[in-house]
């Protein structure tokens, strides 16, 4: 992931990071949505895993979640789906998932499953840095991106943390509800992701509420990547023969082009 920032940075442009659930309504569903966020200029792919208790996400996702869970998906087999999607595409992934599959899962077993399958970071909003130092260590050591969340009401020392403890990106949530809520961005915005470069040079990725192309060109304008979930997956099952246009809109939006 490191080095598509630096290709889109030599090239002045931001990532575009769309988001899907594994396994909604079914996983060979998921690879043809994965292929296409890739053909419609995706420089990285956030994969959600099935929870019964996504405290983190809003009603589109849980929804997606639920249907998810129903057609048998577990975190076991979201590593299979990748590392059999590894046979199509290069694109980097990065898992989204809670803490406690991982947990049942095992963290070593986890980390080295999802390292060889290649899967290349993972988020877990539920992981607090604290207690997750061994997570973070161990997967430092197989090379897998840790992605911490920050938000408009985190303080110095949890930016110092999160900016520590994050690989890859850092994921800014513009609000601090749950994903699919409406977008809040003003001038604050940009004062906060210029004081958390105050910290760090590591890419800042904006998502929670980016749902038209004009929100995503103005949170390309302040940020290194743009982050869209809840409103694809609507998308994807309210108009899914639009789905295509609608990324494209996005990627055009992302690169200055609205």
């Known amino acids: 992931m490191e080095r598509t920032f630096r290709k889109l940075k030599k090239?002045?442009?931001?990532?575009?990071?769309?988001?899907?659930?594994?396994?909604?309504?079914?996983?060979?569903?998921?690879?043809?949505?994965?292929?296409?966020f890739e053909e419609c200029g995706a420089d990285i792919v956030e994969l959600g895993v099935p929870f019964t208790d996504p405290i983190a996400d809003g009603?589109?996702?849980?929804?997606?979640?639920?249907?998810?869970?129903?057609?048998?998906?577990?975190?076991k087999k979201v590593i299979a789906f990748v590392k059999e999607l590894r046979r199509s595409t290069q694109i980097p992934i990065v898992l989204m998932t809670y803490?406690?599959?991982?947990?049942?899962?095992?963290?070593?077993?986890?980390?080295?499953?999802?390292k060889d399958a290649g899967v290349d970071g993972v988020i877990v909003p539920d992981l607090p840095l604290d207690e997750g130092e061994y997570f973070i260590k161990q997967s430092r050591k197989a090379d897998l991106s840790t992605?911490?969340?920050?938000?408009?009401?985190?303080?110095?020392?949890?930016?110092?943390?999160?900016?520590?403890?994050?690989?890859?990106?850092?994921?800014y949530v513009t609000i601090t509800g749950v994903t699919g809520a409406a977008l809040l961005l003003?001038?604050?915005?940009?004062?906060?992701?210029?004081?958390?470069?105050?910290?760090?040079?590591?890419p800042i990725a904006v998502g929670f509420g980016v749902s038209t192309p004009e929100e995503a060109s103005a949170v390309a304008k302040v940020s290194d990547g743009v982050i869209v979930g809840s409103a694809i997956?609507?998308?994807?099952?309210?108009?899914?023969?639009?789905?295509?246009?609608?990324?494209?809109?996005?990627?055009e939006a992302i690169n200055g082009l609205v």
Not at 186 to 202: F, G, H, M, N, V
């Open 11 to 36: 090239e002045n442009r931001k990532a575009f990071i769309p988001y899907i659930m594994a396994g909604d309504p079914f996983l060979e569903r998921t690879r043809d949505i994965v292929l296409m």
């Open 59 to 75: 009603p589109t996702i849980q929804r997606a979640s639920e249907r998810a869970l129903k057609a048998g998906v577990t975190l």
């Open 99 to 114: 803490y406690n599959p991982v947990f049942k899962y095992g963290e070593e077993n986890f980390i080295k499953d999802a």
């Open 147 to 171: 992605i911490f969340l920050l938000a408009p009401t985190s303080t110095g020392d949890r930016i110092k943390k999160v900016v520590k403890a994050s690989k890859g990106f850092i994921y």
């Open 186 to 202: 003003d001038s604050s915005t940009e004062t906060l992701l210029s004081e958390i470069r105050k910290y760090t040079d590591k």
């Open 233 to 251: 997956v609507r998308r994807f099952h309210e108009s899914p023969d639009e789905l295509r246009n609608y990324l494209i809109s996005l990627r």
